[in-house]
């Protein structure tokens, strides 16, 4: 391995989930199309809640309420997709990106594994999600007292039905990509984290590997200590890269996190309404709700799944790293090397860690955490409205 120029990354391997999540918005024909579906949903969310809080019966309401507490979650999924790769540009701003075949054939290996599954996973989700969109919005007379756009259509602009129906329902399709893209980018950002620190491992590993000479003539080869000096000087260095890139994007998601979880909590909770709605409507009714959850359901999972094995892989290569730099032979070293030794150890105390606020990391526990949440307001929706 080389410790003076190591290979720039030049092909992403992880480049499908990139593009299905991050690249293709910055067409500018995508994004026209995405403030427009953003200026829809925004004015459809403010003439509903007015329309509901003036003219429409609680039984109404609780029909067209589903749909509306998915409505922040599809704007502030589109947010972010206007707001551009700026996360991801950030992290890459502040360090390099190390080609997957700069640490050798087996990290090399792992790595492109893991990407062919989660580049699969992408592609997987995002029909599956197409697929259930589809499914659902198959006209129906279940339509009516669910989609609350189309009653409005059919009130106000009886003549236009038709066209603005299907405005409706192609920003549905729209959105059918857009929403999982959101977690797709969160994804991508998450796991190629954790390949750079991957092969910063394998760097700290074969600090030392290459040396022929005898153990006992280390201590006074000048030019072995001056290498040894230089690699360490290298692992410190992209060690602090890392602990930059966390503490980067700590500062640019912590005003994402909040608004991400709320939202995702009440798009749980609609989904979870309008599946217990279709429920109660019979066998023939639930077929066209049932891909819709099974599609959200996968696409929470992935993130959380994402998170979780960022949380406990990443602690377990930091552990690594510190467990590699005790068991180097540092009796050999002279005392400056030493010294830098002391310094590399004391950066490894601490597990590197993605996080996207101070007090929020994405993994199972926050997961679960949103489920309970969603579980005790639809609960109490329930008990409420059933009385």
Same mark, same amino acid.
């Given at each position: 391995?080389?410790?003076?120029?190591?290979?720039?990354?030049?092909?992403?391997?992880?480049?499908?989930?990139?593009?299905?999540?991050?690249? =293709?918005?910055?067409?500018?024909?995508? /994004?026209?199309?995405?403030? *427009?579906?953003?200026?829809?949903?925004?004015?459809?969310?403010? *003439?509903?809640?007015?329309?509901?809080?003036? @003219? $429409?019966?609680?039984?109404?309401?609780?029909?067209?309420?589903?749909?509306?507490?998915?409505?922040?979650? *599809?704007?502030?999924?589109?947010?972010? #997709?206007?707001?551009?790769?700026? $996360?991801?540009?950030?992290?890459?701003?502040?360090?390099?990106?190390?080609?997957?075949?700069?640490?050798?054939?087996?990290?090399?290996?792992? !790595?492109?594994?893991?990407?062919? =599954?989660?580049?699969? @996973?992408?592609?997987?989700? &995002?029909?599956?999600? %197409?697929?259930?969109?589809?499914?659902?919005?198959?006209?129906?007379?279940?339509?009516?007292?669910?989609?609350?756009?189309?009653?409005? %259509?059919?009130?106000?602009?009886? #003549?236009?039905?038709?066209?603005?129906?299907?405005?409706?329902?192609?920003?549905?399709?729209?959105?059918?990509?857009?929403?999982?893209?959101?977690?797709? /980018?969160? !994804? #991508?950002?998450?796991? @190629?984290?954790?390949?750079?620190?991957?092969?910063?491992?394998?760097?700290?590993?074969?600090? &030392?590997?290459?040396?022929?000479?005898?153990?006992?003539?280390?201590?006074?080869?000048?030019?072995?200590?001056?290498?040894?000096?230089?690699?360490?000087?290298?692992?410190?260095?992209? #060690?602090?890269?890392?602990?930059?890139?966390?503490?980067?994007?700590?500062?640019?998601?912590?005003?994402?996190?909040?608004? @991400? &979880?709320?939202?995702?909590?009440?798009?749980?909770?609609?989904?979870?309404?309008?599946?217990?709605?279709?429920?109660?409507?019979?066998?023939?009714?639930?077929?066209?709700?049932?891909?819709?959850?099974?599609?959200?359901?996968?696409?929470?999972?992935?993130?959380?799944?994402?998170?979780? &094995?960022?949380?406990?892989?990443?602690?377990?290569?930091?552990?690594?790293?510190?467990?590699?730099?005790?068991?180097?032979?540092?009796?050999?070293?002279?005392?400056?090397?030493?010294?830098?030794?002391?310094?590399?150890?004391?950066?490894?105390?601490?597990?590197?860690?993605?996080?996207?606020?101070?007090?929020? =990391? !994405?993994?199972?526990?926050?997961? $679960?955490?949103?489920?309970?949440?969603?579980?005790?307001?639809?609960?109490?929706?329930?008990?409420?409205?059933?009385?």
């Amino acid at each position: 391995m080389d410790y003076h120029r190591v290979k720039i990354l030049r092909e992403d391997p992880l480049k499908i989930t990139r593009l299905v999540g991050c690249d =293709i918005f910055d067409h500018p024909v995508v /994004r026209v199309v995405l403030k *427009f579906i953003l200026v829809y949903y925004v004015a459809m969310t403010f *003439f509903q809640i007015f329309y509901s809080m003036y @003219y $429409l019966e609680v039984s109404q309401i609780t029909g067209y309420g589903p749909f509306l507490l998915m409505y922040p979650f *599809f704007i502030i999924c589109i947010i972010t #997709h206007l707001h551009g790769n700026y $996360l991801l540009n950030a992290i890459q701003s502040v360090e390099e990106s190390w080609s997957v075949d700069c640490a050798g054939k087996d990290v090399q290996a792992r !790595i492109v594994k893991e990407s062919s =599954i989660i580049n699969a @996973y992408a592609i997987a989700n &995002t029909i599956l999600c %197409f697929v259930a969109v589809v499914v659902f919005i198959c006209p129906s007379n279940s339509d009516d007292p669910v989609l609350f756009p189309m009653k409005t %259509f059919q009130e106000r602009f009886p #003549h236009q039905t038709l066209v603005l129906a299907w405005t409706f329902k192609l920003t549905t399709l729209v959105l059918s990509y857009v929403v999982p893209a959101s977690c797709y /980018r969160t !994804i #991508h950002t998450i796991q @190629y984290w954790k390949f750079q620190i991957c092969l910063l491992n394998k760097y700290v590993e074969a600090l &030392t590997d290459d040396y022929a000479g005898h153990e006992r003539d280390l201590f006074y080869d000048l030019e072995y200590q001056e290498r040894l000096s230089a690699r360490i000087k290298f692992c410190i260095k992209r #060690h602090g890269q890392l602990i930059r890139v966390s503490s980067e994007s700590t500062k640019i998601m912590q005003d994402y996190i909040v608004p @991400y &979880t709320t939202c995702g909590c009440l798009s749980g909770v609609g989904v979870s309404l309008l599946l217990l709605k279709f429920l109660g409507e019979g066998p023939s009714a639930l077929w066209r709700c049932a891909p819709l959850t099974i599609a959200s359901a996968i696409t929470f999972s992935g993130v959380a799944v994402a998170g979780q &094995t960022l949380e406990t892989e990443v602690a377990t290569e930091s552990e690594e790293i510190l467990m590699k730099l005790v068991m180097q032979k540092w009796y050999n070293w002279n005392a400056a090397n030493k010294k830098m030794l002391l310094i590399a150890m004391a950066n490894s105390m601490s597990p590197l860690q993605v996080k996207f606020s101070e007090t929020f =990391i !994405i993994n199972f526990r926050l997961g $679960l955490g949103v489920c309970k949440m969603v579980y005790s307001v639809v609960s109490v929706f329930m008990s409420v409205f059933n009385k």
